[in-house]
């Protein structure tokens, strides 16, 4: 087996601010550049949302439901010095329109894509529903989970037009004079949830993929245009002042971050960056009290080939970065589609090969789209489909979990990058078929640095520390045979041995 060495050194006096790191194969070498003083986005959060399981996993049988939560949100470690979960530093409950209650009726035929309501039939409230979605916000918040997020993929289907949890024809489901009712029922939910919980909403996103039909009874969905969401939002906002509603407003969550800055396929769902954010335009709401000044969009569908997925990127970051105070989220991903014949969303995968594009993917939104949030979609799935960090069993009442190497590979993210960490520079020079195969991005937070090197290579690399003005304190790595597995940090010799087909990550602290 060729071992590939990778050494890190700081020439002179810079050293606190200049790292290079040598990638050796035989005689060819390949230099990652860090450079501490070139600084990009501040990380806001990693996370991943509820949505459909926890509705009946949170009321599985304690030892179990708790041993999941664990995975997803425990900053804990265990005797052998491993992490006990990834700790997710926000989680996003899934406000449901009240499908469950119609039960067949709702014309969602798959009983786990359907979502209870708060909201009675006789307008009256009842707290004790999504039992099992709330047991999961107090573990999270129980775990340290300092952020939390709720999002509707439809309104009540008290509020909308056709009685259903899902659009007719692709039209919007909820008329204009309903606007004021909505957002006045999103305050009280707001209130509730924390009064039932102990847990405040820090954001609330009130519109999901609004450019997709949503007419299929697949979910719960809603299509909006942009003057729809717009005026919308508008009205959240007066009933979040008037209810003295501290959560903040999070719009976009485009199904495609294309829609972010292109019209591409609808003109009138497209553009958003301008459209809410540009003063002069008609739907311009950036001046409003209670809106985050950030702007969500999910990277489906452009993920794959790299260059493509780059360039569209980093399209993404010059329109962002020309509204000044304006950040990017990925709101929203598992893996779909054939991905230009990389890998197939179809079938689950626990094993290192999504768990590898999935980081990669990871690894591009925070690279070339300065993403201040990476989040996950269904946290916990009970399909054959490769969009689960943990998978279930399909029991209502109980039933077997199945940790995936994805959940490993996104903590390699989660657990070490905290909010508040800054992304530096990276860069690599070199050898092209060695360095295509090697993803490095680092962060740092006052003395505190994480480096994430993600080796898609089939051979082993060897890390060489040549800097004594880092400490480098310990390495953590998933692959096919570990889970964020911690190891030794050097061989005696000065180098750290990176897994062939891995995903690592180094923590250290500057002297």
């Given at each position: 087996m060729i071992v590939h060495k990778i050494k890190i050194v700081t020439p002179s006096i810079m050293a606190l601010l200049l790292t290079s790191l040598f990638v050796k194969s035989q005689d060819k070498t390949v230099t990652i550049n860090?450079?501490?003083?070139?600084?990009?986005?501040?990380i806001n959060n990693f996370s991943a949302s509820d949505a459909w399981s926890c509705q009946f996993v949170g009321n599985w049988p304690d030892e179990k439901r708790n041993k999941i939560a664990d995975l997803l949100f425990s900053m804990d470690t265990l005797k052998d010095g491993s992490p006990k979960g990834i700790a997710l530093s926000m989680w996003r409950f899934n406000i449901g329109a009240g499908s469950a209650e119609q039960g067949p009726e709702s014309g969602i035929k798959d009983e786990w894509r359907r979502a209870e309501s708060f909201f009675n039939i006789d307008g009256t409230y009842n707290w004790k529903n999504q039992a099992g979605q709330v047991w999961f916000m107090e573990a999270a918040k129980k775990r340290g989970v300092g952020q939390f997020l709720g999002f509707f993929n439809s309104p009540p289907v008290q509020f909308t037009v056709n009685g259903k949890a899902f659009a007719t024809k692709g039209k919007t489901n909820i008329l204009p004079e309903k606007y004021d009712t909505f957002a006045k029922y999103i305050s009280n939910v707001v209130k509730g949830v924390e009064q039932v919980s102990g847990v405040k909403l820090n954001y609330i996103s009130p519109v999901n993929e609004p450019q997709w039909g949503w007419s299929d009874g697949g979910q719960e969905g809603c299509p909006y245009n942009n003057t729809e969401i717009a005026e919308l939002v508008r009205s959240i906002n007066k009933t979040f002042i008037e209810d003295h509603i501290s959560s903040d407003i999070l719009i976009g969550e485009a199904g495609n971050i294309k829609y972010l800055f292109s019209p591409v396929d609808k003109p009138n769902k497209g553009n958003q960056i301008s459209d809410f954010f540009k003063r002069g335009s008609p739907n311009f709401i950036g001046d409003l009290k209670k809106?985050?000044?950030?702007?969500?969009?999910?990277?489906?569908?452009?993920?794959s080939p790299m260059a493509s997925s780059i360039k569209t990127r980093e399209t993404l970051s010059e329109a962002v970065s020309a509204v000044p105070g304006l950040n990017f989220w990925q709101s929203e991903y598992c893996i779909?589609?054939?991905?230009?014949?990389?890998?197939?969303?179809?079938?689950?995968?626990?094993?290192?090969?999504?768990?590898?594009?999935?980081?990669?993917?990871?690894?591009t939104d925070l690279t070339s789209a300065n993403a201040a949030a990476w989040q996950w979609w269904t946290a916990i799935s009970a399909y054959d489909y490769k969009d689960g960090l943990v998978y279930v069993d399909k029991n209502n009442t109980d039933g077997n979990f199945y940790p995936s190497k994805m959940l490993w590979a996104m903590g390699n993210y989660s657990r070490f990058i905290r909010p508040g960490y800054v992304r530096t520079d990276a860069g690599i020079d070199g050898d092209q078929a060695l360095s295509k195969n090697l993803f490095v991005s680092v962060f740092r937070k006052g003395?505190?640095?994480?480096?994430?090197?993600?080796?898609?290579?089939?051979?082993?690399?060897?890390?060489?520390?040549?800097?004594?003005?880092?400490?480098l304190l310990k390495k953590f790595t998933t692959s096919q045979t570990s889970d964020l597995q911690p190891g030794v940090l050097t061989d005696g010799k000065g180098c750290i041995s990176i897994s062939a087909k891995s995903v690592t990550t180094i923590t250290g602290t500057m002297l």
């Open positions: 860090i450079d501490l003083s070139k600084t990009h986005q501040t809106l985050s000044k950030n702007i969500a969009a999910h990277s489906y569908f452009t993920t779909l589609g054939d991905n230009d014949g990389e890998i197939n969303g179809d079938k689950r995968d626990l094993g290192i090969n999504a768990a590898l594009y999935l980081a990669k993917v990871i690894h003395k505190n640095i994480t480096t994430v090197i993600i080796n898609d290579n089939a051979d082993a690399v060897r890390v060489k520390i040549g800097n004594s003005k880092i400490k």
